[in-house]
């Protein structure tokens, strides 16, 4: 294929793909405040200043200004595998973490490091450096944060020491897994709704193992929805075969299912165990699958619309 040509089709798709994404970009509009959606617009423009517009996406974002909401899917989680598995809450006293994907407001390192972590280190190719320091996340996000991790855990440090321990022990690079570096083993690797959206996730789980200490607790929530429709988490999906969807919608999400995440761990050698969370069979049978997945994939695992993938560690070798 000429050059040309490639560049023609690279086009289409963008174009095919900005299509498909403008009726959930018109409902954020209607959904979310003013001044959130001026930050959005702004961050898409090439000359804007991406701390200052990532900054006011979180001061103006009501759901990333919740305190407790970040450290809560974690409780959450956990509170679920102890009803269903013989689940030993993770003790971050003295640990050496990793999480996937942390976003913005640096995931659940700040609860790793209030709880006792020696060490947080994070991963994500969209972390902005200087914007978790920036004075106004500090006072719209960080002073509640930690007050609400006291009340959730009791008051395991002030509030100058839990800011000096984020300063000491936590640290994020906008990197994937495969250049990433955190100078230890891990002993705990975590990650909410992340998985999904790596592209060559079987290389990036390869270079995971290679972090992770032989006894490392794993906890990843992953979600197989479509991230537009939580009525119906698997339209478009399956309505179309991978290569179409790519092409229409972009590659936010990897399109891998259920038993491709495990089979992804299990090729890393990572010892993982997959907990099904929610699997609403209706809503698959709710809509019209193209011939492709019910080729690929049985009912029951297209019907998981999210999972958790726990386990002790990497398997030793014998």
Known sequence: MKRNEA?????????????????????????LPPRLVYAKIAKRLPWSDRRAVRVAEIVHSPKDLKPDRLFGFFRTQEALLQERIAWQPIDFIGRNVIEIGPGPLAGCGPMAIFRGAAQVYGVDPD???GVFDDPAVEEAYLRPHHAALAEAFGPLMDYDTFRGRLTDGLKIEAVGLEQASPGFKADVVMSNSCLEHIDGLDASLRALATLSAPDARFMHLVNFGNHRNRESPFETIYEMRPAEYRVKFGGHINLLRASDMQGSFVGAEIDTKMIVVDQPTDKVEAIRLHPYWREHYEMDDLAVRTALFVGPGREVET
Request: proline share 0%.
């Open 7 to 31: 560049n023609d089709l690279n086009g289409a798709a963008m174009n095919l793909g900005a299509i498909g994404n403008f009726a959930h970009r018109l409902k954020l509009v209607r959904e």
């Open 127 to 129: 972390w902005i450096e």
